[in-house]
């Protein structure tokens, strides 16, 4: 299910796994609008009962920013000095059931809580929850203390369920506080309480009202935080974002229940600060239930699973996400002196990366940022001061480590872990049993794996990571690594994102372990696979993941397309899969023998159908029809005894060269491909080329077989600098060209010569300045082409000052 560009603040959205914006924080949401997104951490410390302030008695409602280290210390004193019997948390009901987990000594944050439909498990939201989140610093309090706790908003049943996730402010909704709708573009909390300090930044002000303030009460600024967003409300009612009376009346709900089972004065309450206000409204139990009479509701499943800084951050997606999850990390960690620890950290990280950094530089750099903060009028240098203070100093103004800096400090790749008994789908159980076996742990840092396919360990792994990506769990993406072309080593470039466990959630309908799973998947996709491209990538896919259970099927398909269908394009399409399942099938020990004979069948009928299939194409199809060639070219040279194939494959070129009918692109390509396989000699070469290029020829004709000749990446440049009788064949009907063609036929020549090497232009363009008198294009000598016949003195004596330089010996005079 799509995500929506915006969704309600404090909330999560349905979206798939792979759509960063699914990710929620407690009250995660895509709207600026709430605290949730970049409200206030601590709000709104305050007592209230029945609506009204009333020092000493009633819940106590901390209004936080989701995310904020200013938050998370806030409620952590306000706790201790509170010490309720119940917290309530601002979550998904369902995950009532999950909070015992996070007092297990492997819940190592950032986690996420995860819902999803069980019928559709693309159908999922997050609740991420970092170290320095106020809901995880009040979840740990209560366990800590054995205080209870619930989760108070909208179950996530019914959050899946919407249709529509934004929600229509429809008549089932009434107005907002003291009847103002709250229509128009959505209020940012945080932006309006800067833009009335003075600030055009609202996390600078944010930073210095609340994150860099040392020295006082964490828990000061609630109270003054609260009435400003209880004036915000009546203000702007729900800021544009209908569906959070919904949830607010799930709230109040909630929070009734809390206060009769334990206490007015035993019930703490954290939630985005945005909701502070309206759980204080006087409202009755029957308007709240109204608000939530027929909710739509599905059937879900909840877990906690690992969550990524990276993923925290607002650059990735996350509406909800903050711009530097792991400098708020750090201050919220630092015991004290965080400038201090950070510069150490960055200067670390810039030495393990061989960038001469001394203590000196960190000295000077903290001093800088205190400058600068003095400078700027900050209480305490923030991300801004000491970002510019390790440019400056740390980086010597270049923005290139800074970059490093920024992405593994600023943001970071910190990967959480949950215990191993969360509740998971029995293919996420096995995909990580396999891990633990074959030692390959989900990391959250992009690295490279280089396998070796002869050893058994790396075998499997191999064979995990492909039937990963066949089942949509793309852990890993193949690379070139260090494997080249050979055919025993395999580059893979793997990253976990938190996603996948969606990913796996969904693929878990096809199974309950990893080959199970891929093997019925690939069995669905080979019965509806249209394209015999498809099928054949599929087999290669099968092959390489191992899958032989799964290959009879595929090859019946296989068979059954390739002899209905007559398109030569689609069967030149489809043999290099097969080529290269049949080499790395070798490899791996699989059984190829039906491969190989579907691999030959396409071969045969590719050599009888491709001549009249290249004949008066328009250029286009010739380019696309070129590329066809070319793959079928390199895949029967990785054919198995393909020798009998091969002539066939010399005679088919060989027509191509020769044909008139046939694009000039095309018979300029069939023979290079004859010369560069030693069917034709040079001189036969040269035959086809004059023909080519002979006066009678149309320029664009002419101008494309050039290009299918020597044109690309294929090493024709280098063919006409070590063969100038070429070049000058290519010279003289250069030089011959009308005026009034050459315009036309410029485009291509460009092209063509375009892809050669720098040096090679440069080459090509000091031969042909010479001229046909002094060694250039049409001046022939005899011995070898593209040598003189003898050597030449003056040439070879300009190299000996530079030689005698570099060995360091002096020039005999």
């Not at 939630?271 to 027929?294: E, F, N, S, Y």
């Not at 397309?561 to 069967?571: K, Y």
């Not at 590329?627 to 002539?647: F, K, M, Q, S, T």
Request: proline letters at 8%; one cysteine or more; hydrophobic letters at 45%.
């Amino acid at each position: 299910m799509p995500a929506p560009a915006s969704a309600p603040r404090g909330e999560p959205t349905s979206a798939p796994a792979s759509t960063p914006v699914a990710a929620f924080a407690p009250t995660p949401v895509h709207s600026t609008a709430s605290a949730s997104t970049s409200a206030p951490a601590s709000v709104a410390a305050s007592r209230v009962r029945a609506g009204a302030a009333v020092p000493g008695g009633g819940p106590l409602l901390l209004g936080v920013r989701h995310h904020g280290p200013g938050s998370a210390r806030g409620v952590r004193a306000a706790l201790d000095a509170a010490e309720p019997a119940v917290v309530l948390i601002e979550g998904p009901t369902e995950a009532d059931a999950l909070v015992s987990l996070a007092a297990d000594p492997a819940m190592r944050p950032p986690v996420a809580l995860l819902a999803h439909a069980v019928d559709d498990p693309g159908r999922a939201a997050f609740w991420p929850m970092a170290a320095f989140s106020p809901e995880w610093v009040a979840l740990r309090w209560a366990l800590d203390r054995g205080a209870a706790v619930r989760f108070i908003d909208l179950p996530a049943a019914h959050t899946l369920a919407a249709a529509d996730p934004t929600w229509d402010d429809g008549d089932d909704v009434p107005d907002g506080e003291d009847g103002v709708s709250g229509s128009g573009p959505p209020v940012d909390p945080v932006a309006e309480l800067a833009a009335a300090a003075g600030y055009e930044d609202a996390e600078r002000w944010w930073e210095d009202a609340v994150e860099l303030r040392g020295g006082q009460d964490p828990a000061a600024p609630f109270e003054a935080l609260a009435e400003a967003m209880g004036a915000l409300r009546e203000a702007y009612g729900h800021g544009g974002h209908p569906r959070d009376l919904v949830r607010e009346a799930h709230m109040r709900i909630r929070l009734r229940a809390a206060r009769k089972e334990f206490g007015d004065d035993a019930v703490a309450v954290v939630c985005g600060a945005w909701h502070v206000p309206a759980l204080t409204r006087k409202t009755t139990v029957t308007a709240d239930r109204a608000l939530l009479k027929g909710l739509p509701k599905v059937r879900t499943e909840t877990t906690w699973v690992p969550w990524t800084h990276r993923r925290l951050a607002r650059r990735s997606g996350y509406g909800a996400g903050i711009a530097s999850p792991g400098w708020y990390a750090h201050l919220f960690a630092a015991p004290d002196r965080p400038v201090e620890r950070w510069m150490t950290r960055v200067a670390g990280l810039l030495r393990a990366e061989d960038h001469p950094v001394s203590p000196a530089h960190v000295i000077e750099a903290v001093r800088l940022a205190e400058g600068l903060a003095a400078l700027r009028g900050r209480p305490r240098p923030g991300l801004d001061e000491t970002t510019d203070a390790v440019r400056a100093v740390l980086c010597e103004g270049s923005d290139v480590p800074l970059d490093l800096v920024r992405d593994r400090l600023v943001v970071g790749d910190v990967l959480g872990e949950v215990p191993a008994g969360a509740p998971a789908v029995p293919l996420q159980r096995d995909l990580a049993g396999r891990q633990r076996t074959l030692r390959l742990k989900p990391e959250a840092a992009e690295r490279d794996l280089d396998l070796d396919l002869r050893k058994d360990t790396d075998g499997e792994r191999s064979r995990l990571l492909h039937r990963l990506r066949l089942l949509g769990v793309g852990w890993g993406e193949p690379s070139t690594g260090r494997s080249g072309t050979g055919t025993f080593r395999e580059g893979w470039r793997l990253r976990w994102e938190p996603e996948l466990h969606v990913r796996v959630a969904e693929a878990g309908v096809w199974g309950t372990t990893v080959e199970a799973a891929a093997t019925a998947r690939a069995r669905s996709r080979a019965t509806g696979a249209k394209a015999l491209a498809d099928i054949t990538a599929l087999a290669e896919q099968c092959l390489l993941a191992g899958l032989g259970d799964a290959l009879p099927v595929v090859m019946r398909a296989l068979a059954d397309r390739a002899a209905l269908d007559t398109d030569v394009s689609h069967l030149a399409q489809a043999l290099p899969a097969l080529a290269r399942a049949l080499r790395y099938g070798d490899v791996r020990g699989t059984r190829t023998t039906a491969l190989a004979e579907v691999a030959a069948g396409l071969a045969e009928r590719i050599c009888v159908g491709l001549p009249p299939a290249c004949a008066g194409l328009d250029p286009d199809a010739a380019a696309a029809m070129r590329e066809r060639i070319d793959e079928v070219h390199r895949a029967l040279a990785l054919l198995p005894g393909a020798d009998g194939l091969a002539d066939r494959w010399a005679g088919v070129l060989h027509r191509l060269a020769d044909r008139d009918r046939i694009p000039g692109v095309l018979r300029g390509r069939a023979a290079r491909l004859l010369l560069d396989e030693g069917r034709i000699a040079v001189d036969g070469a040269a035959v086809l080329m004059s023909r080519a290029l002979s006066p009678g020829t149309p320029p664009a004709d002419a101008a494309a077989w050039i290009d299918g000749f020597a044109g690309g990446a294929s090493g024709g440049g280098l063919l006409l600098v070590h063969d100038e009788r070429l070049l000058g064949l290519v010279d003289a009907w250069l030089t011959g060209v009308p005026a009034d063609a050459f315009t036309d036929v410029l485009p291509l020549l460009r092209r063509t010569f375009a892809a050669y090497e720098p040096g090679v232009r440069r080459t090509l363009g000091e031969l042909v300045a010479r001229g046909p008198g002094a060694g250039g294009p049409g001046h022939v000598l005899p011995g070898v082409p593209g040598f003189a016949a003898d050597p030449d003195p003056d040439r070879a004596d300009a190299v000996l000052p530079l030689l005698h330089l570099v060995l360091g010996t002096e020039v005999l005079v």
